[in-house]
C-alpha cells in the first residue's frame, strides 16, 4: 500500500511534463511496457500500458493502465510479519485542450489494491509567452484515499492530499533549456502504514527490546525546487543536469543531484545517466526508542531514516521504424530496455536480520535492480 | 495619507516600468533557430511510462517528493 500514496505527485508532475511544449499538444504515442523492480527482498512485475491521442487539432486524450504484482518479504517483513504478495490496479484518463499559446490540462486517477483505494482528480494550465522563450505552468491536484487493513475488516481510515505546483521553462540559448518547479504538498489524514511497528528497548525480553505499532502524526507539508539544464553538445549529444532541494514538516530535508549523457549513433540512442540522493531524517524516526511510548509520535520507516543513495542508469534505444515514410499509419517506432542499478545506505536504521546481539546490529545497506523493456509507437 | 497615495504612486510606475520592459523583450532565439532544441534527445522526459515508473521508485524509497519535471506512476513498495 505504500506505493499508493504518490497519485498525486506523480499526476502533478505530468503536467509539469507538458510545460516544456506549451502551446503544442502532446505526441500522439502509444507505450507498451514490461518493468521489473527487485531489490531488498521486494519483487515487482508491472505491465504498463500508455496511449495517447489527439482528436481534432485542440484536443488531446491520453489513457494509462498498469498492474503492480507485489512479492514482499522485505527487511520489514521479515523482522515483524510474514511474506506476502499482492496486486495494485491503476488507471488514469485525461485530456489536454490547447487554446492559443494556452494548453489547459485535466487528469483523473484511480488505484486499487486489497487494503488500499486511492482517487486523484488534476488541472493545470501552461502558457507560452515572450516568443515561446517562456512557458509558465500553474497546477493543483487533490486525493482522497481510503486506507485500509488486511488482518481487520473493520479498519477504514482517510487519506487526503492536495497538491500546489508552479513551473518555468525557459530557452536560454540555441543550445540550452532549462526548467524550474516548484512543488508544496500537503497531507491529512492517516499516514501511518497499519502494519508497521517500531521497537523499544525492553530489558525484559531475551532480544533486549520489543515492538509496538508506530505513529505518526495526522499532517505533513511539503515544499520541493527543482531546476533542470539541458545542453545540446556540437556532435549531436545532450547533457543534462538536474538539482532537487526538499524539506518537510518532518524535518526530513534532502539533496538530490544527478547528471546524464545521451548519444545517439544512427538508428541507436544510449544514455547513461547518475543519480545522487541524501537526505536528513524525520524528527520522530529512531531505529529504537528509549522505552515504550516513550514520544508523542513514532516511526521506523527506513524511507524516513537519515539515507544516502546511488543510482546509475544505462539505458539503450533502437528504431526500427522511421525516416521519412514510416510505415503504414506509424510514423516511428522504437525498443527500448534499460537497466537502473540503486544502492541504498541508511545511516541510522539497522539490520536486524543479521542475527547480531542488541545493540550491535549493522547499518542496513540495500542493492536494487530495475529493469524495463518497452515499446513506443508514434503516429 | 500622503504616504499611502506616495505608495501607490510607486507601485503604478514600478509596474508601468516593468510591464514596459516586457513589452520591449525580442526573443533572443529565433524560431528557426531551434532546431537543436527540438531534436529528440533534448527531451527533458522523452519515455513518460519509464520515467513515472523510477520516479514512483524513488519515493517509495526516499524520504522526498515533488520538485521533478517528468511523468509519473508505477511502483515500489516496503
Known sequence: ?379 | MRSKLFSRLLLSLLLMAGLSACSGIEPWVKPYERDRLADPIMAFDPDPVSSSFMQHAYESREGARGGEGAAGGGCGCN
Do not use: C
Open chain 1, 1 to 379: 500500500m505504500r506505493f499508493t500514496r504518490g497519485i498525486a505527485v506523480v499526476v502533478l508532475a505530468l503536467f509539469a511534463g507538458n510545460a516544456v511544449h506549451a502551446g503544442v499538444l502532446p505526441e500522439e504515442r502509444t507505450d507498451i511496457a514490461y518493468q521489473l523492480y527487485t531489490g531488498g527482498g521486494v519483487d515487482i512485475n508491472v505491465p504498463h500500458v500508455l496511449v495517447r491521442k489527439q482528436a481534432g487539432s485542440s484536443l488531446s486524450f491520453v489513457g494509462s493502465y498498469y498492474i503492480d504484482m507485489v512479492s514482499s518479504a522485505s527487511i520489514d517483513v521479515i523482522t515483524t510479519a510474514s511474506p506476502y504478495t499482492e496486486e495494485r490496479k491503476q488507471w488514469s484518463l485525461g485530456m489536454d485542450y490547447l487554446r492559443g499559446n494556452t494548453i489547459m490540462t485535466v487528469n483523473y486517477t484511480s488505484t486499487e489494491e486489497s487494503d488500499y483505494d486511492g482517487s486523484n482528480v488534476a488541472f493545470a494550465v501552461s502558457q507560452d509567452m515572450f516568443g515561446d522563450l517562456t512557458t509558465i505552468s500553474l497546477s493543483y491536484s487533490y486525493s482522497d484515499d481510503l486506507v485500509g487493513n488486511s488482518s481487520d475488516p473493520t479498519f477504514e481510515e482517510e487519506l487526503k492530499r492536495q497538491q500546489y505546483g508552479v513551473g518555468l521553462t525557459q530557452i536560454l540559448s540555441r543550445n540550452l533549456i532549462s526548467s524550474l518547479n516548484f512543488t508544496v504538498i500537503t497531507d491529512e489524514g492517516y499516514l501511518n502504514n497499519p502494519y508497521r511497528s517500531v521497537r523499544y528497548a525492553d530489558p525484559g525480553t531475551a532480544l533486549g527490546y520489543s515492538y509496538e505499532s508506530e505513529l505518526y502524526p495526522n499532517t505533513r507539508t511539503s515544499s520541493a525546487l527543482g531546476i533542470r539544464m539541458k545542453y545540446y553538445l556540437p556532435w549531436r549529444a545532450a547533457v543534462e543536469g538536474e538539482y532537487r532541494f526538499f524539506t518537510d514538516t518532518w524535518d526530513i530535508d534532502s539533496n538530490t543531484a544527478s547528471l546524464s549523457y545521451t548519444q545517439p549513433f544512427g538508428p541507436w540512442t544510449f544514455t547513461g545517466k547518475y543519480r545522487w540522493h541524501d537526505q536528513t531524517g524525520a524528527s520522530f524516526f529512531a531505529d529504537i526508542f528509549p522505552r515504550s511510548e516513550a514520544t508523542n509520535f513514532r516511526g521506523r520507516d527506513k524511507e524516513l531514516s537519515p539515507l544516502t543513495s546511488h543510482t546509475v542508469r544505462l539505458k539503450a534505444a533502437y528504431e526500427f521504424i522511421g525516416g521519412a515514410d514510416g510505415w503504414k499509419f506509424i510514423e516511428k517506432a522504437s525498443i527500448n530496455a534499460s537497466v537502473d542499478l540503486m544502492h541504498f545506505d541508511y545511516h541510522e536504521f539497522k539490520d536486524l536480520s543479521t542475527g547480531a546481539p542488541f545493540p550491535d546490529e549493522p547499518l542496513y545497506e540495500m542493492d536494487a535492480v530495475v529493469f524495463q523493456l518497452f515499446f513506443s509507437f508514434w503516429y
